[in-house]
């Protein structure tokens, strides 16, 4: 009998998916605490370096919209020539050199540049086992790659509960991003000395056929889409930790149970995404994601998490059913078109976070001015950066409606 959760000749081939799997899923679980864990700390680095909220956005920035989306989109054209193995030493040299430089960094400068190294060390993660799982788990690849990126939320929520308990234990910023070095190991550990698939192009199309499959106006579309999905879900997510410090909640044990939730709606994404028109899909989310950061804007106390629960559910399935949008509809992009939505999303969602750092500081400034002080003035410019990112997914409200309509018509 063939187990669909192995390779198709696993003896033959002496590779251990199962191990690779498993490695591939504590690599992802590093990325998910760099986000999760910078996330509760980011207002401890503004406090220790003096710096203003626009420029803890450009830390965000280097992170998110550069080091990943320029690893991701290199790693997509060069997988089949480096191959898994060399992408995933790449990752772990970049991850180790960002954390340690992060861990004694003197000033902003090394603060930037360490940022760049941990987003380069994510995007080369994704990069790298993406193509690999799906070389592996050629009769299950749906199944496998929902499971791989389950541990995205999954990592940011056990992220955040440890940063939570760390910060109340009074542990510094420093100890806490060392914390990243565990799961860090771990993939090093599983990942040595083991035999990996070979780099394969079968059944996938040439680059110059990607790119003229990317030429099409629907492709266009759906990265204008991504930028708002992107940032609906991963801007506000970053940014929780100074937004709702003053709400009356816990602002990590919120990204906790947010992301929870998403972890494990994506977990049983598979079943629910087939029977459901995508389409519908994306409609239903943006709708459910404008109400749920509109009622963070409003909430305090006990029904900021009521609200962080509507804000996961309607952000729950953005970034995979984009993805799988893509590969359903647009076939002919391939693996690169799929690389390039990931990519886009990360890159808008980096550009926007000093834009966002800025909104906190003007927002904070005007409270100021109105006589405000203190946690008073915190809450008032969470409350009002929380206001504008309302209008990234009620753009997607009209653009995923007018999308539903188009595509319910075509052939």
Same mark, same amino acid.
């Given at each position: 009998?063939?187990?669909?959760?192995?390779?198709?000749?696993?003896? +033959?081939?002496?590779?251990?998916?199962?191990?690779? @799997?498993?490695? /591939?899923?504590?690599?992802?679980?590093?990325?998910?605490? +760099?986000?999760?864990?910078? +996330?509760?700390?980011?207002?401890?680095?503004?406090?220790? $370096?003096? #710096?203003?909220?626009?420029?803890?956005?450009?830390?965000?920035?280097?992170? #998110?919209?550069?080091? $990943?989306?320029?690893?991701?989109?290199?790693?997509?054209?060069?997988?089949?020539? #480096?191959?898994?193995?060399?992408?995933?030493?790449? +990752?772990?040299?970049?991850?180790?050199?960002?954390? #340690?430089?992060?861990?004694?960094? /003197?000033?902003?400068?090394?603060?930037?540049?360490?940022? @760049?190294?941990?987003?380069?060390?994510?995007?080369?993660?994704?990069?790298?086992?993406?193509?690999?799982?799906?070389?592996?788990?050629?009769?299950?690849?749906?199944?496998?790659?929902?499971?791989?990126?389950?541990?995205?939320?999954?990592?940011? $929520?056990?992220? /955040?509960l440890i940063s939570q308990f760390m910060t109340g234990a009074g542990m510094g910023w420093q100890l806490q991003i060392a914390v990243m070095l565990i799961p860090t190991a771990v993939y090093a550990y599983l990942f040595y000395g083991q035999k990996f698939p070979e780099a394969e192009a079968a059944g996938q199309t040439s680059v110059s056929e990607n790119l003229s499959g990317m030429m099409a106006p629907l492709f266009f579309f759906m990265l204008f889409c991504m930028v708002l999905t992107a940032n609906a879900e991963l801007s506000t997510q970053q940014w929780v930790g100074i937004l709702l410090k003053q709400s009356g909640a816990q602002p990590m044990l919120v990204l906790a149970l947010t992301t929870g939730l998403m972890a494990v709606g994506r977990f049983f994404a598979g079943p629910v995404v087939h029977r459901l028109n995508p389409t519908g899909v994306l409609w239903a989310s943006s709708i459910i994601a404008t109400v749920g950061i509109y009622l963070l804007s409003v909430a305090t106390g006990p029904t900021t998490y009521l609200a962080a629960i509507m804000f996961a559910v309607g952000v729950c399935y953005f970034w995979p059913t984009m993805l799988g949008f893509v590969g359903e509809y647009i076939p002919k992009s391939g693996a690169l078109g799929m690389s390039i939505i990931g990519g886009i999303g990360m890159l808008a969602t980096g550009i926007a976070q000093p834009v966002v750092g800025g909104w906190i500081d003007a927002a904070q400034a005007e409270a100021t001015a109105r006589g405000l002080s203190g946690s008073e003035a915190e809450l008032v410019a969470g409350q009002a950066a929380l206001s504008n990112l309302v209008t990234f997914p009620a753009i997607l409200v009209v653009a995923f409606g007018a999308l539903w309509f188009y595509m319910r018509n075509r052939k």
């Amino acid at each position: 009998m063939t187990n669909n959760n192995t390779l198709d000749n696993p003896s +033959a081939n002496g590779v251990n998916a199962n191990r690779l @799997f498993i490695a /591939s899923c504590f690599a992802l679980v590093t990325t998910a605490f +760099a986000f999760a864990i910078r +996330a509760g700390i980011l207002g401890s680095l503004g406090d220790a $370096f003096g #710096l203003t909220k626009e420029q803890l956005g450009y830390i965000n920035l280097l992170v #998110l919209g550069i080091g $990943f989306p320029v690893a991701t989109v290199t790693g997509g054209l060069l997988y089949n020539n #480096l191959g898994p193995k060399k992408m995933m030493m790449l +990752a772990l040299v970049t991850h180790l050199a960002g954390i #340690l430089m992060t861990m004694g960094a /003197s000033g902003y400068t090394m603060l930037l540049v360490s940022s @760049f190294l941990i987003g380069f060390g994510n995007g080369m993660v994704e990069a790298a086992c993406n193509p690999m799982i799906s070389n592996m788990y050629k009769n299950n690849q749906t199944t496998m790659l929902n499971r791989f990126h389950v541990w995205f939320p999954g990592g940011i $929520f056990l992220g /955040s509960l440890i940063s939570q308990f760390m910060t109340g234990a009074g542990m510094g910023w420093q100890l806490q991003i060392a914390v990243m070095l565990i799961p860090t190991a771990v993939y090093a550990y599983l990942f040595y000395g083991q035999k990996f698939p070979e780099a394969e192009a079968a059944g996938q199309t040439s680059v110059s056929e990607n790119l003229s499959g990317m030429m099409a106006p629907l492709f266009f579309f759906m990265l204008f889409c991504m930028v708002l999905t992107a940032n609906a879900e991963l801007s506000t997510q970053q940014w929780v930790g100074i937004l709702l410090k003053q709400s009356g909640a816990q602002p990590m044990l919120v990204l906790a149970l947010t992301t929870g939730l998403m972890a494990v709606g994506r977990f049983f994404a598979g079943p629910v995404v087939h029977r459901l028109n995508p389409t519908g899909v994306l409609w239903a989310s943006s709708i459910i994601a404008t109400v749920g950061i509109y009622l963070l804007s409003v909430a305090t106390g006990p029904t900021t998490y009521l609200a962080a629960i509507m804000f996961a559910v309607g952000v729950c399935y953005f970034w995979p059913t984009m993805l799988g949008f893509v590969g359903e509809y647009i076939p002919k992009s391939g693996a690169l078109g799929m690389s390039i939505i990931g990519g886009i999303g990360m890159l808008a969602t980096g550009i926007a976070q000093p834009v966002v750092g800025g909104w906190i500081d003007a927002a904070q400034a005007e409270a100021t001015a109105r006589g405000l002080s203190g946690s008073e003035a915190e809450l008032v410019a969470g409350q009002a950066a929380l206001s504008n990112l309302v209008t990234f997914p009620a753009i997607l409200v009209v653009a995923f409606g007018a999308l539903w309509f188009y595509m319910r018509n075509r052939k």
